[in-house]
């Protein structure tokens, strides 16, 4: 048996985690302010308004500060896939290779000629064309995060697929059933929106920093407006997708949903923790151990967000370890007997087709396929092993979901306080939308380790643990190009930022928006 | 009719010439607006993007970080660190078939 190093797996993970969450620092405000823009270029092309161009115009450009700066960051992504995780790359085989493709595609052809056309049009197209180009700026990006969605979501629920033990790779049966699946709808519906909201804080934030400024007043009111109404709109949305994601979830990846939840203990009317402070690690050796120092629980509620039902019982970690016959659950120990009886038969039929024995190849093919559903167990001894880090899963999604309300308090406020025409006096309102920015960022993030870490150790659910994707490569390489990942991001963010901050503050001093 | 070189010089000193009309061009890519009509649609464009990236202002630093990131992704990081493991070291889809296989059943 070849024995996997943990430190390059270990390393592996870090990095795509660095290089997939510094890429995802530039997508979401890409996905919700190519909205914006466009919303604002309708207004100024009805109402021919100058005040709405100079608007359009400026948050076209940090728009475009956003887009040049984040383009091709995803890229090294798919290196990743080639030289990190190559046994994975091609386990997945054309299910993760024709989303991408078609995301490559639409990428080039909607975002990279349109955007051309709304950057160089003022003035040289017509205006109806030049709107145009703005919405299919906006709907491409967002279908260019639909197919990297769709891709992630098969990871996260594999389905439409079959695997084929002569190549190593899973073939796509159905297209339909990869692009439909109720995780790939639920992921690219919640994950866009919580792009859409990201971007009207943005919006709403800088807008507040010119109010605070007490310049280009009318100009930044206006872009609150926008901000704000956006913002609101797809924050209800979030909260809607987001309660059907968790149910997906729970229906799923049930392990993801107990770790969300710090739920140890399986019950019927299961309660929502609201808030809590865990004590220390759950130890899946001393069921009686009180995990939470402090909670603050709805009765009933996760049971009910959960299956719609108050009195629906949520499995927790130890009855998913350890099964729970009276509500139909498997243990993952007899998961674990499986995927060791999937992986064993594998190999018998491989050897029996190369001893040209075909009967005892059919009857091990046969074997294999009946337990294919639990292959990635037969990886592990100890079930613990498939326990995602609790604490850090259960406060990234506290936190996505407490600054997810807070976002939705804060865009009614401001719309409230700008309709009763008292926004510049209360001050304190501006500067919290000013800092809720780095909040949206933060929140953003917290959403993508709910979803990958909360997965662990899977990298195809159920099929694929890490430790089984990852390649046979010098851990000395993944650990210098995660160094030199780590200092080219950091370069961009930083160019970024200064970037954007000279646009705004030039703006802010362009007293022409009066 | 009047000659390329002079609707440039037309489109340049931003006058607004009427030119002869080519109908069919027009009509089908009939959004760009330019004063050079009778050029074909391939020159439209690449006019259409010159002149959009000399008029740039924060657009030059923007695209210089594009090329620099994106020397350092190719030039660099794919040449150097990111060969694709299973393409590099082995030359059929059978051999690399075999390799994962063998990865799926030994590894632990």
Request: aromatic letters at 16%.
């Amino acid at each position: 048996m070849e024995q996997f190093d943990l430190a390059l797996i270990d390393w592996s993970r870090a990095q795509f985690a660095l290089t997939a969450m510094y890429h995802w620092i530039f997508v979401p405000l890409t996905l919700g302010l190519s909205f914006i823009v466009a919303i604002m270029m309708t207004i100024y092309v009805k109402t021919g308004d100058e005040l709405w161009k100079k608007i359009t115009k400026f948050w076209m450009t940090l728009f475009g500060i956003n887009f040049a700066i984040g383009v091709a960051t995803g890229i090294i992504l798919e290196f990743e896939f080639g030289t990190n995780w190559s046994n994975y790359s091609w386990f997945v085989g054309d299910i993760f290779g024709a989303p991408l493709a078609i995301e490559g595609i639409m990428a080039f052809f909607l975002e990279s000629t349109f955007i051309a056309i709304l950057f160089f049009g003022w003035g040289r197209v017509k205006p109806g064309f030049h709107l145009l180009s703005a919405w299919l700026v906006a709907i491409g990006s967002n279908l260019s995060a639909l197919w990297i969605l769709v891709a992630n979501a098969w990871m996260q629920n594999p389905v439409g697929m079959q695997f084929n033990p002569d190549t190593a790779r899973n073939e796509m049966l159905n297209f339909w059933d990869v692009l439909f699946s109720p995780t790939a709808i639920n992921k690219f519906l919640h994950t866009i929106s919580s792009g859409y909201v990201l971007s009207a804080v943005f919006v709403v934030g800088v807008s507040a920093w010119f109010l605070i400024k007490k310049r280009n007043v009318i100009f930044a009111k206006r872009s609150m407006v926008i901000g704000a109404v956006f913002g609101l709109l797809s924050s209800f949305y979030l909260i809607l997708t987001g309660d059907e994601s968790a149910r997906e979830v729970f229906r799923t990846q049930p392990m993801k949903f107990a770790a969300m939840e710090g739920l140890y203990d399986g019950e019927t009317n299961a309660p929502l923790v609201v808030i809590g402070l865990m004590k220390q690690l759950p130890d899946p050796q001393n069921p009686n151990l009180e995990r939470f120092a402090f909670k603050l629980e709805i009765p009933n509620l996760l049971s009910y967000m959960a299956a719609l039902n108050p009195n629906a019982f949520v499995p927790g970690i130890r009855d998913l370890i350890h099964g729970n016959e009276e509500h139909g659950l498997m243990s993952y120990y007899e998961k674990i007997e499986k995927g060791k009886i999937a992986i064993q038969a594998l190999s018998e039929y491989k050897t029996a087709l190369e001893a040209k024995d075909q009967a005892t190849a059919d009857e091990n093919l046969k074997l294999f396929k009946a337990n294919y559903a639990y292959f990635g167990y037969g990886y592990y001894d100890d079930p613990h092993s498939l326990i995602p880090h609790v604490p850090l899963t259960f406060y990234s999604f506290h936190l996505m979901v407490g600054l997810g309300m807070h976002f939705l308090i804060l865009f009614i406020v401001i719309l409230v306080l700008i309709f009763r025409k008292k926004i510049e006096k209360v001050r304190w309102v501006l500067y919290v939308a000013l800092w809720t920015i780095p909040l949206a960022y933060i929140a953003s993030q917290a959403g993508w380790i709910v979803a990958e870490l909360g997965r662990q150790p899977w990298v195809v659910q159920d099929l694929m643990p890490t430790l089984s994707a990852v390649s046979n490569i010098d851990k000395g390489a993944v650990m210098t190009t995660f160094w030199i990942f780590a200092i080219t991001f950091t370069v961009l963010l930083i160019a970024e930022i200064k970037i954007m901050v000279s646009q705004i503050v030039s703006q802010s001093k362009n007293e022409g928006g009066h | 009719m009047i000659s390329i070189s002079e609707s440039f010089s037309n489109f340049f000193a931003k006058k607004t010439t009427a030119l002869s009309f080519n109908y069919t061009i027009n009509h089908i890519f009939g959004y760009l607006k330019f004063n050079y009509c009778q050029m074909t649609i391939f020159h439209r464009i690449f006019y259409f993007y010159r002149d959009g990236f000399r008029r740039m202002t924060v657009g030059k630093q923007l695209w210089l970080i594009i090329f620099i990131k994106l020397f350092i992704m190719f030039a660099i990081l794919k040449l150097f660190f990111f060969p694709n493991f299973l393409q590099t070291n082995f030359s059929t889809d059978e051999e690399r078939s075999d390799y994962v296989l063998e990865q799926l059943i030994n590894k632990k």
